[in-house]
């Protein structure tokens, strides 16, 4: 069984910084392709970044250049700096895990994932 935990969720000013962590428990072999997504109040869970197991990285364009993903093996814990926050990136972000390696194109799909965290509430103040 495979549990992703999140954590570092909060309230922040508009150009301030968070960093969001998951841990994940259980077979390494479960979380291949990790990613985080963010569903805001009235809309459709979306795409924000992913990593593979071999550590590449792939973006949605809206946080291109400002937040970076990145995994730890030794702690199973991916990671996501987001840096110049706007209050456009208000959402309970989530993160997700599947046994598979993923084209790009296909990691970007929630529904491609098997595995999701609880999610934890981002909230930028303007």
């Known amino acids: 069984q495979v549990q992703l935990v999140e954590s570092g969720g909060g309230l922040v000013q508009t150009g301030g910084s968070l960093r969001l962590s998951c841990a994940a428990s259980?077979?390494?072999?479960?979380?291949?392709?990790m990613g985080w997504f963010r569903q805001a109040p009235g809309k459709d869970r979306e795409f924000v970044a992913t990593?593979?197991?071999?550590?590449?990285?792939n973006y949605a364009d809206s946080v291109k250049g400002r937040f970076t993903i990145s995994r730890d093996y030794a702690k199973n814990t991916v990671y996501l700096q987001m840096n110049s926050l706007k209050p456009e990136d208000t959402a309970v972000y989530y993160c997700?895990?599947?046994?598979?390696?993923?084209?790009?194109?296909?990691?970007?799909?929630?529904?491609?994932?098997?595995?999701w965290g609880q999610g934890t509430q981002v909230t930028v103040s303007s």
């Open positions: 259980g077979r390494a072999s479960s979380y291949y392709t």
């Open positions: 997700a895990a599947d046994s598979l390696s993923m084209p790009v194109s296909q990691a970007r799909r929630p529904y491609e994932y098997d595995y």
């Open positions: 990593i593979s197991w071999g550590g590449s990285t």
